[in-house]
């Protein structure tokens, strides 16, 4: 069965650093989307991309965080200076074009980016 | 998209059937339930959807109210493996970007 994958796995980085995870969404997929998680917490929409642009983002999204598709295959969000408080489970998922079913959003397994 | 209200916990022996329930009562006529799972930290599970049909697939079974306004996630046969935390998500489909508003969720301990 077709999944979402993520790397890496965990991630520890100093207080300012730039941070890249990475995604390798379904490969029929089209919308592509991040999350996190921030321990103990309620899992929050970060950003959702189609068509090589931003469709939606929520609060959390500021100018710190950019993602991008850089090939056909991968789909990566960046933190550009991270701070303490990015610490948290950073879920990526996608789902397919249309239709009910294809709407259906798929996680990946995650990477914990612990900053220090 | 329509706010839903589920227990914070449950229990359920193993081998019995987990029913979870979910209010979602200012549901829309456009909004279907969705439900989730996460086991530990890894990454939400999807498990079932529905609009308001009853549905049924491998993992588990969707009973939807007739009025909509409520739903239970039926776990026939729970297992120590289903334990996690469960989440019912009511969302509009047909927007593709629209993200998955997840609550709190009801966490399901299965027990021996």
């Known amino acids: 069965e077709p999944e979402v994958t993520q790397t890496p796995s965990h991630q520890v980085t100093q207080m300012g650093q730039e941070v890249i995870l990475r995604c390798v969404p379904i490969?029929?997929?089209?919308?592509f989307y991040w999350y996190r998680q921030i321990l103990g917490q309620k899992v929050e929409f970060l950003v959702s991309f189609y068509n090589n642009e931003i469709s939606e983002k929520s609060e959390i999204f500021d100018d710190q965080f950019s993602v991008e598709r850089p090939d056909g295959s991968n789909f990566t969000l960046k933190i550009r200076s991270t701070k303490l408080e990015d610490s948290a489970m950073y879920f990526c998922a996608s789902s397919a074009l249309s239709g009910i079913v294809q709407e259906t959003q798929y996680f990946g397994p995650g990477t914990r980016l612990l900053v220090l | 998209d329509a706010k839903t209200t589920q227990p914070p916990s449950m229990d359920c022996a193993e081998g019995r059937a987990a029913n979870l329930p979910c209010n979602h009562s200012?549901?829309?006529?456009?909004?279907?339930v969705y439900w989730y799972r996460q086991i530990h930290s890894q990454g939400p599970q999807y498990i079932i959807h529905?609009?308001?049909n009853n549905e049924t697939n491998e993992m588990a079974s969707l009973i939807i109210t007739e009025d909509r306004k409520s739903s239970t996630l039926i776990l026939p046969h729970a297992t120590l493996r289903d334990t996690a935390v469960y989440y019912c998500?009511?969302?509009?489909?047909?927007?593709?970007?629209?993200?998955?508003?997840f609550g709190a969720g009801t966490r399901l301990t299965v027990k021996p």
């Open positions: 490969s029929n997929h089209l919308y």
């Open positions: 529905g609009l308001k």
């Open positions: 200012t549901i829309s006529g456009n909004e279907y």
């Open positions: 998500i009511v969302r509009v489909v047909g927007r593709n970007n629209n993200d998955m508003r």
